[in-house]
């Protein structure tokens, strides 16, 4: 039986500001506690960096609340889970 694979695409909000980060691993315009709380994000998300981010706009609550307590301009962050023979992962 030949293995099949798809991709599950999963969407969570988070700081705007963590993209450059996240894409370009330039934690720069970031300090120790902000870099801190985007590694805790992703390794809470479980499915490696993003690919692709979508501006949201402004709010107190997002998906990285936990790490970030604080509202922000935030970004819609697409995860992709590989999912091989029928869903598994």
Do not use: Q
């Amino acid at each position: 039986m030949p293995t099949i694979t798809t991709l599950e695409a999963h969407e969570y909000t988070a700081p705007a500001h963590w993209a450059c980060y996240f894409f370009n691993d330039d934690d720069s315009d970031m300090d120790f506690e902000d870099t801190r709380a985007a590694n805790n994000f992703i390794d809470w998300v479980g499915l490696g960096a993003p690919v692709g981010a979508e501006d949201y706009g402004f709010t107190y609550y997002h998906d990285a609340i936990r790490f970030s307590p604080l509202g922000a301009d935030c970004a819609t962050y697409t995860f992709f889970k590989r999912l091989t023979n029928g869903g598994k992962p």
